[in-house]
């Protein structure tokens, strides 16, 4: 049985040692780390359950399977509420073994990638792709640490491109229900005539084109995590029955008459002032408090400055890769100078399309200023020049492009990321500004 065992799993890329005992399994654990134990259940001298047990004492962190013939299996459950992962039958197939093991490497990986996000967070490290040493960056992730074990709703609020999604990615993977389904929502981007089917699905023949039922993202998240960004721009109708998923656990799909039961933790985003909005009868102000247990505030870029240099480099890193030709790419002192000064309306999504850019434009090692975007080059307050520089680039249409990104970004910095009140300002269309932000990529 032992040498079958070794042959089975050294075939499928594992590295197996065998032992004839419980007490030579405790000498092999001594000497060395092994990440997974399979034992049988009977043995003489020391039992299973009792190798269970000193295995646990000496070394949590690894998982031990259970072997029990057929017919004996009571024993074998007794050794899964001992903290066994679980246990195989014998006789047993070899892609029954392997498939046993593969789900405990995959539940390990789960557990290793848990830790080692706390580990982060314990030592000032942000999870995920969230970058900061500031003060105000510090004091957010102190409170995600906090947060994320609870089940507790998060409101996430900050301007637009300050990384509210990030923050709730973070949540889910520093949570219990780190592993299951993290499920994002983008209330303002999904037409109000399909949004809640979106979120709640739909029963066969609920309207024209429901040939088949559909299970709504509501239901997908079932287990996990649920985020509504742009949850200010739900509409009222779908507030009410988002409503009755945070307070009574159960959605119903349009079209359906039944309830169905769901688990799922609600982290909801959003760039305008929700408070507002209730005042102003735009939002359920029932709802609003549901969600508001717990408010996280992410601070513009402009307001942790120190960041921005640690930032652009972490970005630098990412993109670098698009020019492997370009060894060693850097940051000149002037270009560094220009990130530093620049007050970022458009956030670290901003920042994060300008350092591309800059990869993208680069002619050498040296990222310069001139391959930054002209609106961060150009500091705030120091006008253009009256008359263009010989050999200036004098067309017009570029030029009434760039004018048109700044003044969109501009905007977009004073409403706080509100896209309807910028486009107010600018003196566009709603849908036009939409179509702007996409083409110069302002996210």
């Known amino acids: 049985m032992r040498h079958l065992l070794t042959v089975i799993l050294s075939d499928h890329g594992w590295e197996a040692r065998a032992v004839a005992s419980g007490a030579e399994a405790l000498r092999e654990l001594e000497a060395r780390e092994y990440d997974l134990v399979i034992t049988d259940v009977r043995m003489p001298g020391l039992s299973g359950l009792e190798l269970l047990a000193e295995v646990q004492r000496r070394s949590p962190a690894t998982t031990v399977i259970v072997m029990s013939a057929y017919g004996s299996q009571e024993a074998a459950i007794e050794a899964m509420k001992a903290g066994a992962y679980d246990y195989l039958s014998k006789p047993f197939r070899p892609d029954e073994v392997v498939l046993v093991l593969k789900k405990a490497e995959e539940r390990e990986r789960l557990a290793r990638e848990n830790r080692r996000l706390r580990a982060e967070l314990r030592g000032g490290l942000a999870p995920g792709h969230i970058v900061g040493a500031s003060e105000a960056m510090q004091a957010v992730l102190r409170q995600l640490g906090k947060v994320a074990p609870q089940r507790t709703t998060v409101l996430v609020q900050g301007e637009s491109g300050t990384g509210k999604e990030l923050v709730a990615r973070a949540l889910h993977d520093l949570s219990p229900r780190a592993g299951l389904p993290f499920v994002a929502v983008n209330c303002g981007a999904i037409p109000g005539e399909l949004l809640e089917s979106e979120l709640f699905g739909h029963a066969r023949g609920a309207f024209t084109d429901a040939v088949r039922a559909k299970k709504g993202l509501v239901v997908e998240a079932d287990g996990g995590t649920l985020f509504l960004d742009e949850i200010g721009e739900l509409p009222l109708p779908l507030q009410v029955k988002l409503l009755r998923v945070l307070q009574e656990g159960e959605v119903r799909p349009v079209g359906d008459t039944r309830f169905q039961q769901v688990d799922v933790r609600v982290v909801a985003a959003s760039a305008r002032d929700l408070a507002a909005a209730v005042a102003a009868g735009q939002f359920r102000e029932d709802l609003y408090w ?11 870029l402009r307001e942790r400055a120190e960041d921005v240099e640690r930032l652009a480099r972490h970005f630098l890193g990412r993109f670098a890769p698009l020019r492997p030709e370009l060894e060693g790419l850097a940051f000149s002192p002037e270009a560094l100078e220009s990130l530093r000064a620049h007050r970022w309306p458009g956030n670290v999504r901003e920042l994060q399309h300008a350092v591309e850019r800059a990869v993208v434009l680069a002619e050498g090692a040296l990222i310069g200023e001139e391959d930054l975007p002209e609106a961060v080059r150009t ?46 300002l600018l003196d566009l269309s709603y849908r036009a500004l939409l179509y702007k932000i996409k083409d110069y990529g302002i996210g």
């Open 290 to 300: 549901r969600l508001n247990v717990v408010s996280v505030r992410l601070p513009p």
């Open 379 to 424: 500091p705030p307050g120091r006008a253009a020049p009256a008359e263009a520089a010989p050999g200036a680039d004098l067309s017009i249409k570029r030029a009434a492009r760039a004018l048109e990104e700044r003044l969109i970004r501009e905007a977009l910095g004073r409403t706080g990321g509100n896209r309807s009140r910028a486009a107010e």
